[in-house]
């Protein structure tokens, strides 16, 4: 049972370009959460999404980023005209259910690392 | 606003000491609590969660300890091996959030063999 993946693991880009990290849940899970890690820093949430859903969204910044979990394929995070602050460690997680509280059913992928030269 | 912090950035062990990793939370309306481990390079890995109408739970070489009066969680290893060099962090959930969780600085812990 394959866990969270991610890819790239590593992303370079330049400044103003664009990048796309991919996540792709675990199988059976249909809710996805992305997070920012800023080195030495802990996680900051970004964005919780439902297939084709956005349902919070209040940790994105509000101009440059964007998300989607299409109906079928990965979900996607979006950054415009990045910024050498964009760069950042970014993680999805994934999980089977939402509201429940129960975290311990939260599972990370391994990251793509960012960095914007 | 509202945070999930750490006391200590680092601590460093010897190998088969008990480590403590204390984390002060903020936010009295958070209701769970849970404990990550990260290695380098890794995503966060769960260790232990707990409920806030619990104030001890116990796992494997693990034990999470909650004080609600002073909004304090502590992350107690048994008997620290070198396989437990990470990055620990303590996160908080408020309310039925499922994963948008709050997360903590981080504690670096260092096994010395």
């Known amino acids: 049972n394959a866990g969270v993946m991610q890819n790239p693991r590593h992303l370079v880009r330049r400044r103003g370009q664009e990048a796309r990290l991919r996540c792709s849940p675990m199988?059976?899970?249909?809710?996805v959460y992305w997070y920012r890690q800023l080195p030495e820093e802990g996680l900051k949430f970004m964005v919780y999404?439902?297939?084709?859903?956005?349902?919070?969204e209040s940790g994105m910044p509000k101009e440059r980023f964007s998300a989607e979990f299409p109906k079928e394929g990965p979900s996607i995070l979006r950054i415009q005209q990045v910024v050498r602050g964009d760069s950042a460690a970014y993680f999805c997680a994934s999980s089977p259910r939402a509201g429940t509280g129960n975290t311990g059913e939260l599972f990370f992928g391994e990251g793509s690392r960012l960095t914007v030269l | 606003g509202e945070s999930v912090g750490l006391h200590l950035p680092t601590l460093s062990v010897q190998e088969g000491d008990n480590s403590i990793i204390n984390c002060a939370y903020s936010?009295?309306?958070?209701?769970?609590f849970i404990w990550y481990k990260q290695e380098s390079g890794k995503g966060p890995q769960f260790i232990i969660d707990?409920?806030?109408?619990?104030d001890k739970r116990q796992g494997q070489r693990v034990t999470v300890l909650l004080n609600k009066t002073v909004k304090h969680l502590s992350l107690q290893i048994a008997a620290t091996q070198p396989g437990d060099s990470a990055v620990y962090f303590c996160a908080e959930n408020t309310g039925n959030q499922g994963g948008k969780l709050i997360f903590g600085q981080g504690t670096e812990l260092s096994v010395k063999p």
């Open positions: 199988k059976g899970h249909s809710h």
């Open positions: 936010n009295s309306a958070s209701d769970y």
């Open positions: 999404l439902q297939k084709e859903n956005i349902i919070d």
């Open positions: 707990i409920r806030s109408n619990m």
